[in-house]
């Protein structure tokens, strides 16, 4: 609820097993890079939503 308005998404799925990709659109308060932006799903996929959130650089 707290992000209502505040983001948008959009998730498709790939014909490959057990991959999905999301395209991940939404508005910072501040500045970020790509790489402060990955630090921070990645984190969170190791943190608050690990088994929920997966973060990978592997081609797949």
Same mark, same amino acid.
């Given at each position: 609820?707290?992000?209502?308005?505040?983001?948008?998404?959009? %998730?498709?799925?790939?014909?490959?097993?057990?991959? &999905?990709?999301?395209?991940?659109?939404?508005?910072? #308060?501040?500045?970020?890079?790509?790489?402060?932006?990955? %630090?921070?799903?990645?984190?969170?996929?190791?943190? &608050?939503?690990?088994?929920?959130?997966?973060?990978? #650089?592997?081609?797949?």
């Amino acid at each position: 609820p707290e992000l209502n308005g505040k983001l948008t998404g959009m %998730a498709f799925r790939v014909p490959t097993p057990n991959v &999905s990709v999301v395209d991940l659109t939404c508005c910072l #308060e501040r500045g970020a890079s790509y790489d402060d932006i990955k %630090a921070a799903v990645k984190a969170a996929s190791e943190g &608050s939503m690990k088994g929920i959130l997966g973060y990978t #650089e592997d081609d797949v």
